[in-house]
Structures are given as structure tokens and as C-alpha cells.
């Protein structure tokens, strides 16, 4: 081997070995189709902007009574769009969100239309997705709300 073609493969080599992988294509694969929320955590310490800490847990055992909803329903698409559909106790949609979605690293990122990121860790096991991360659950403006969602594949 030339000394060139030597130092061409050590190039390639530190390349491969400290470029950061972007995107994580089998955790990509594994969250398109179709997703129900199963539980819910969010610990919100400001709750409307106040010095108390609220903490919502919601699981499929109490989740109706909890939230006065049907669990959510996700799609994540092959294209990297998604849908939520958010039903009523009586099956009726109430509310549709939608955007764009990828995955760098173990992150999922979700565009929503209106200019919303959501930053999700997540992992899948089983058909069973965990996503954990910062966001602004209770609508007071800042994102410090620690969210930590299970949602199960149909």
C-alpha cells in the first residue's frame, strides 16, 4: 500500500469516526405508521406562570377520566409528514395538528404548522415508543414543562 493510498483510508477512517451521525434511519423506519398515546407524565414547576409545580400523569387506565379525551392518534408518514387527531369522549374530532417530522440522532423533531419544534427524545421497544423532552404543556410560554410519553403502534 502507497503511503498515499494509506493516508487516503486514515482520512476516511477519522471521517467516518468523528463525523456526527444525523440521522438514525432505523429509529426512522420504525416510528412510520399509526400511534396511540398509552401515558403521559408532565411535570410543569411554573404552572400559569406561578411558583407551584404540577405534576399530570395519565396512563390507559385513567387517561378518559384524566383529560376528558380519546387517547391521541399519530401518524408518522414516509415522506416526513405527520398528523395528531384528538377526539371527544363521544368520537368526535375536535382538533388536527399536523407538520413536518425527522430524526437526528435518538431525537425526534416535529415541525408543526404555526411555527411550534418539538425536540423528543425516543426509543421504541416492542411497539411501544417513549418520548421525553422539554415543552410548553400548560400554555404559560415557556418551554419547562418535562414530558415523558409512551405511545403504543396500531
Known sequence: MSALNGLVLAILFVLACCTPKETNSALADDLVGEW?????????????????TAT??????????MLHIKPIHTFFNKDGTYRSEYYTLNDSLFRKSAG????SNDTLVM??????????????KNGLAEFEGMLDFDEDGKADDHYVGRQRKH
Open 56 to 65: 399530570t400523569l395519565c396512563d390507559s387506565a385513567n387517561w378518559e377520566a
Open 100 to 103: 413536518t417530522w425527522h430524526v
Open 111 to 124: 415541525n408543526e404548522s404555526g411555527g411550534v419544534t418539538y425536540k423528543l427524545r425516543t426509543t421504541i
Open 36 to 52: 396511540r398515546n398509552v401515558y403521559l407524565q408532565v411535570t410543569m414547576p411554573t404552572v400559569s406562570n406561578s411558583d407551584s
